[in-house]
């Protein structure tokens, strides 16, 4: 069985970017409810492995991490950071930027 690695970007994608908000401020995180269930419910899957990626680096992926741990439970494996060249190439990439090629498959959300 082929593990499937699928990446989850933060802001905009997990986290709303329609409230005004500090950037990097955790206290303050509103939920894509939506997009955070997909990935709570794709995590379950035997063959997917989820991440929580950032273009903000890999230690604010992992405060988010937490953040999101404490609201859904262990969804992600690991958080890495999204421009990092060690970090290998994603079956699935889930982005709210249409420009965003860091899958081999991309999905792009409607709610930012």
Not at 38 to 54: D, V
Not at 72 to 82: H, I, P, Q
């Amino acid at each position: 069985m082929d593990k499937i690695n699928v990446a989850f970007d933060i802001d905009g994608t997990l986290r709303s970017s329609k409230r005004k908000y500090a950037h990097r401020d955790t206290s303050r995180i509103v939920w894509n409810e939506d997009v955070c269930n997909l990935a709570h419910t794709l995590s379950r899957f035997k063959n997917i492995r989820c991440y929580i990626w950032s273009g903000g680096g890999q230690k604010y992926a992992e405060q988010v991490m937490r953040e999101y741990q404490d609201k859904y439970g262990k969804t992600f494996v690991r958080a890495l950071a999204k421009f990092d060249p060690t970090v290998p190439r994603m079956d699935i990439a889930v982005d709210d930027i249409q420009e965003c090629n860091l899958g081999v498959i991309n999905l792009i959300v409607r709610q930012k």
